[in-house]
């Protein structure tokens, strides 16, 4: 005897609706995490690149960061932030002469999700601050 199920004409859009919305936040969670590990890159080059300036020209503080948000500007980061990084430097000197340069490089972004904490399950705020530090000694 063949039985025959009743179909229920709406269910399998209703399975597909919810699964796309579970895609979707997956996805949305994943260029999340991309845009901040990329931040993290170019800040990480950016603090690089003041430092190697700043192992040339340890004095020139306004250069340090003119070379640092050069390489910010290039890296093609401010046209998905709309903003630019908090560039400082400090030179550390030994016998009276800069021994070494440290820049770091700090950018307050936005993201797309909340940010769960993994321990406590509270949520950041919808902005995270991501630093880098570089340090070169200078060159004789």
Request: hydrophobic share 45%.
């Amino acid at each position: 005897m063949v039985t025959t199920r009743s179909r229920r004409p709406g269910q399998s859009l209703v399975e597909f609706t919810l699964g796309l919305l579970v895609l979707l936040l997956v996805l949305a969670a994943i260029l999340d995490y991309g845009r901040l590990v990329y931040a993290g890159i170019v800040l990480t080059n950016v603090a690089r690149e003041g430092a190697h300036y700043g192992s040339l020209a340890p004095t020139d503080s306004a250069g340090i960061r003119a070379a640092a948000l050069q390489e910010y500007q290039a890296s093609g980061l401010p046209l998905l932030f709309g903003q630019q990084p908090t560039v400082t430097s400090t030179v550390t000197y030994e016998n009276g002469r800069p021994a070494s340069v440290r820049v770091t490089a700090r950018l307050t972004m936005r993201t797309l999700l909340p940010v769960p904490l993994p321990l406590t399950g509270d949520r950041l705020a919808d902005q995270l601050v991501i630093q880098r530090t570089a340090e070169m000694r200078v060159l004789p």
